[in-house]
C-alpha cells in the first residue's frame, strides 16, 4: 500500500493550493486521513484529518484557511488551502490508517512522501 501526495508549489501569501493524496494497493478500506506538516527545525504538527464517516478536526492556526476532504471511492484525500500565509510554508505529508487486504487482513498506518509548500510574502 502506498500514499501518493501532490499539489505542492510556490505561491504568494494570500494564495491557494490544493494538495492531492492518493492511496494504491490491496485495499480493503481506510479509516482516518490525516495531513501533517513539518517546517525546517520544528516538530511535525497535525494540520488537519478527516475520518471515514466525514468527521474533520483542524489545528487551530489553519482554522478557517483550510478545509479538509474526501474521496472514498478513490481512495483520496485532499487539503484545500486558502489564504495561505509564510508561515504555512513546510513539507506536507499525508497519513492514512488502511485495512489492507490479503492473507493476513490488517490495519496499517502508511505515511505519503510528502509534497513542499513555500508560501513568499
Known amino acids: 500500500v502506498q500514499l501518493q501526495a501532490s499539489g505542492g508549489g510556490s505561491v504568494q501569501a494570500g494564495g491557494s493550493l490544493r494538495l492531492s493524496c492518493a492511496a494504491s494497493g490491496s485495499i480493503l478500506s481506510i479509516d482516518d486521513m490525516v495531513w501533517y506538516r513539518q517546517a525546517p527545525g520544528k516538530q511535525r504538527e497535525l494540520v488537519a484529518g478527516?475520518?471515514?464517516?466525514?468527521?474533520?478536526n483542524y489545528a487551530d492556526s489553519v482554522k478557517g484557511r483550510f478545509t479538509i476532504s474526501r474521496d472514498n471511492a478513490k481512495n483520496t484525500v485532499y487539503l484545500q488551502m486558502n489564504s495561505l500565509k509564510p508561515e504555512d510554508t513546510a513539507v506536507y505529508l499525508c497519513n492514512a490508517e488502511v485495512l489492507v487486504d490479503g492473507d493476513n487482513v490488517r490495519y496499517l498506518e502508511v505515511w505519503g512522501q510528502g509534497t513542499q509548500v513555500t508560501v513568499s510574502s
Open positions: 478527516i475520518s471515514s464517516g466525514g468527521s474533520t
